[in-house]
Structure formats: structure tokens, C-alpha cells
């Protein structure tokens, strides 16, 4: 019951941002060659809104691709030099200390 309910979560938060980005695009496309009146034309604030969400997607997709590739490098160099960072002690080498 848990796993189903991470894939349907995990669906519909692709959806909603399939639909987030595809939505500014559809807008982009359909007011490109709008009649513009000149000064405060809120299509072209609409059009300026949807170019400044387009590329906040674009910055959080690098920060997030960046982010994994550090992680990734990360645990590949850790699980590399292990050894070396590992300390033993009294309890891992399983020393008895009895008097």
C-alpha cells in the first residue's frame, strides 16, 4: 500500500510539473505576435512572467544536476579510500577488557 501511494505521488508531482512548464510555453507560443498597445500591456507582463518562470526552471534543474554529480563524487570517493578514514577501536576489533 505505501510503495503504490510514492508511485502515484511520485506521478502526479511529474504531472504537475510537465503541465508547469508546458503551460508558459503554450502561452509564449499563442501571444508571440500579439498587437501590443504600448506601455502596461499585461500581455506583455504575462509574457515576461512566463520567461522569468521558464528560466527559474532552468536554474533549479542545473542546481539540482549539480547537486548529484557532487553527491554522486561524493560517495564514490568515500567508498574509495574507506579505509583510510576508518578508525578502529576497542568494540570493532572485539577486545574483552575483563580485570
Given amino acids: 500500500m505505501k510503495e503504490l ?21 503554450c502561452f509564449l507560443i499563442a501571444e508571440a505576435g500579439h498587437e501590443c498597445p504600448g506601455e502596461d500591456c499585461p500581455v506583455c507582463c504575462a509574457i515576461n512572467i512566463c520567461e522569468n518562470v521558464l528560466k527559474l526552471f532552468g536554474f533549479v534543474s542545473c542546481s539540482l544536476i549539480s547537486a548529484a554529480v557532487i553527491r554522486l563524487i561524493a560517495v564514490l570517493i ?7 578514514f576508518h578508525c578502529d577501536s576497542l568494540i570493532s576489533m572485539k577486545v574483552k577488557m575483563t580485570d
Fill in 78 to 84: 568515500s567508498e574509495k579510500y574507506r579505509e583510510y
Fill in 5 to 25: 501511494f510514492r508511485r502515484i505521488f511520485s506521478a502526479l508531482m511529474a504531472i504537475i510539473i510537465i503541465v508547469s512548464v508546458l503551460c508558459p510555453i
